[in-house]
């Protein structure tokens, strides 16, 4: 009801003759994201009120809880972004695509989690082997697995991309430094654009420019992980950034490392995201082409070109503590283009 009241007054703000346009400005773009803020809430709250009644429990000691509440939750701590796309989706749609990205989460902790490379291939022989099972009608009791059988049954899911996601991970579990732009946009194609191609197949879209939209999405998304994740794995003494660019501008792997922020690594930064964002133009001149039903499937466009401008901003210092915050007009963002596009 708080929230109720907020967008009331902010709508008789915006009416009243009184105030100057200033004002009404303000006020507009503050109902505007209390509606954006407003409509996810009450998505969310129904997206948990409406998940799977189907249960599994690890023990008899353990109370037995809803998997689809599972990949919900999983999805909302460790993807949030995405989880902010998802609540968009229409019903029919988002509990799939929910379990395919909770799906995702799972193999990326993999790595994230994992110190010794063959234990990490071994949780990724369970997940392959996992997806054998679910394909057979008979899935673990496993939470996302349980939740990716359902998607699977209803929408017929193809498993050569769901097998994507195992292998490109697979591909780098010791950490191997790209060599080359190519290599980031070829692994981003594995691990991120097959995404895209699952969920225009959760919401039954057979598109040519759909898909097409969806690989240029999946690249960028994949080079924004790359830059976003610098900071971090520079803690680990990982440097991921593709050798040619680093080369070409002398950055060595020990400045990535230290945290550098001089011109020579904003230069190698600036390069490697102007691919993103030459991907993210396509994205944009493709999506006139795509059926308007699709396109709701395709909403991360937004954050992925909110975070290029921040980093724009940020003068390509990918160590700028700015871009370690979350964006709190993403939602409203995300909202509002939902609104434009379909």
Known sequence: MKDLTQVTSGLHACSSSYVNMVAVSAAISKT??????????????KSRK??????????RDQKPFMSSQYCLDVVKRYDYENFLACLLLPQHARSAALAVRAYNVELAQVHDTTTQPLMAKMRLQFWRETLDQVYQGSPPKQPVAVELQRAIAKHELSKRWLLSLIESREDHLENKQFTSMQDVEDYSEKSN?????????????????????GSHLGKAEGIVRLIR????????????????????????QEDVIRGSRDERMKSAVFDIACVAKTHI?????LMKDVPPAARIGLLPEV??????GFLQKADFDVFDSSLQKRNRLLPLYLWWAKVRKT
């Not at 133009?281 to 001149?285: D, S």
């Not at 954050?303 to 290029?308: K, P």
């Open 193 to 213: 654009s097959v995404l895209y191609y699952l969920i225009l197949q959760i919401l039954d879209i057979k598109n040519i420019h759909a898909d097409h939209v």
């Open 229 to 252: 994740g610098v900071p971090h794995l520079g803690t680990k003494r990982i440097v991921l950034l593709p050798r040619d660019v680093m080369m070409q501008h002398k950055v060595s």
């Open 303 to 308: 954050t992925i070109s909110s975070y290029l």
């Open 32 to 45: 505007m994201m209390l509606l954006g803020n407003l409509q996810l809430k009450q998505i969310y709250a």
């Open 50 to 59: 409406s998940v799977s009644k189907r249960t599994y429990a690890t023990s």
């Open 281 to 285: 133009e396509h994205v944009k001149a």
